[in-house]
């Protein structure tokens, strides 16, 4: 199916209600026969950037997003368990807001394009997937940050078809295995697990924070690579975010372009390091791997503090505190009062603060590597 792009301005007035985006009436019989039409592909996708729209719009600042019930005429609204849900999400939002603005941290406008893709229809209920794109304007409150953030975020949208051509939007979730989104509220309970063996770095921003030394890397070259990829991935390179993410892969092909040489033996054997036409080591790819192997070659040295991190260095992340890392990612721009921006993929993700990282994951923990 071809895929459809909304956009919305986060920054102004929530002119589009959710409650008031209509499907036509074609609906019911499209739920039976299994087919979309054009307009309610693109009602479906109205009704997404609404969704998305106002989750941002609570983390702006001076914005106070607010529901509104659904009116009873309306052909299409939110069901009751998922209105109950965004108010929920709206709430927690605004407190990551206050978070952020308490580690001087603000937004002050943002813009959202919503892109629907593959939607199955089957027994009256409609399974959408799309894809969020989002860049949000830093406000400049130390005058020394970077203009803008943005992140590509898909989603699943699950629609119920009812009586009179009426949809109901009962679920929306993330698909992607990366740090949630800014404006993804928190829905996952942590796991009560042992910590890892490694010694996960502070997170408290110090009153002075300590320069990065030269090293014998190119590291304004990764941070080219990385910012230059971000979203428009490398053709020359295998992307794996069907299987497990492509973050660390991602985060290898930037080390590479400043420098880092590979590593030959068995490509099982995470004191390796190394791709090829044909496959790569599971170091270069797997976030443990990388971990293992970079400490074992002493490539890298743990920080104790991800507010040490400069330009070229790496910070992971462990979701669940399971002992498990889940996520890497690179400064690629550090602020003078001391503030690192990441860049990654899974989500993709252009010089995201540690401020706001830490703010949306507040459960996990972290990891700083010196290159």
């Known amino acids: ?11 102004a007035a929530l002119t589009v209600a959710l409650s008031a985006v ?16 054009g307009a309610t592909t693109t009602s479906f996708g ?27 005429t309306k052909k299409a609204r939110l069901s009751a368990g998922l209105t109950r849900t965004e108010n929920t999400a709206l709430s927690t939002l605004r407190t990551r807001k206050a978070r952020l603005a308490a580690l001087g941290e603000a937004y002050t406008k943002a813009d959202t394009k919503v892109t629907v893709g593959k939607t199955r229809v089957a027994s009256g209920r409609a399974i959408v997937q799309a894809t969020e794109t989002t860049t949000l304007t830093y406000k400049k409150i130390r005058g020394d940050e970077p203009a803008t953030t943005s992140f590509q975020a898909h989603h699943e949208l699950s629609f119920t078809a009812g009586t009179g051509g009426k949809w109901e939007l009962t679920g929306i979730r993330p698909t992607d295995d990366g740090p949630r989104a800014i404006n993804e509220p928190a829905t996952v309970a942590v796991k009560a697990a042992a910590l890892p063996s490694a010694t996960p770095a502070s997170t408290t921003k110090p009153s002075r924070s300590t320069a990065k030394p030269a090293g014998a890397y190119d590291y304004a070259a990764m941070a080219a690579y990385a910012e230059k990829y971000w979203s428009n991935y490398n053709p020359a390179y295998r992307k794996f975010n069907e299987a497990g993410g492509d973050c660390t892969n991602f985060i290898s ?5 400043g420098g880092w040489k590979h590593a030959p033996g068995d490509g099982q054997d995470y004191r390796t390091w190394w791709y090829d036409t044909s ?3 599971t170091s270069w790819v797997g976030a443990n791997e990388w971990s293992w192997f970079t400490l074992d070659a002493k490539r890298a040295t743990n920080l104790g503090n991800v507010y040490d991190m400069g330009v070229g260095d790496v910070m992971q992340m462990d979701f669940d505190r399971d002992g498990s890392k889940d996520h890497t990612m690179m400064v690629t721009y550090r602020s003078s009062s001391g503030v690192p921006y990441m860049t990654y993929h899974s989500v993709n993700t252009y010089r995201k603060s540690v401020a706001s990282i830490i703010a949306s994951n507040p459960n996990s923990l972290y990891y700083a590597y010196r290159t």
């Open 1 to 11: 199916m071809k895929s459809m792009t909304f956009r919305s301005a986060a920054g």
């Open 22 to 37: 209509a499907l036509p009436a074609s609906a019911a019989s499209a739920a039976q026969t299994g087919v979309v039409d």
């Open 46 to 72: 109205q009704l997404a950037d609404a969704v998305l729209t106002e989750r941002t719009a609570a983390l702006l600042d001076g914005q106070q997003a607010r529901r509104t019930a659904a009116p009873a």
């Open 253 to 257: 092909q930037a080390l590479k372009a």
């Open 279 to 281: 496959t790569q080591a």
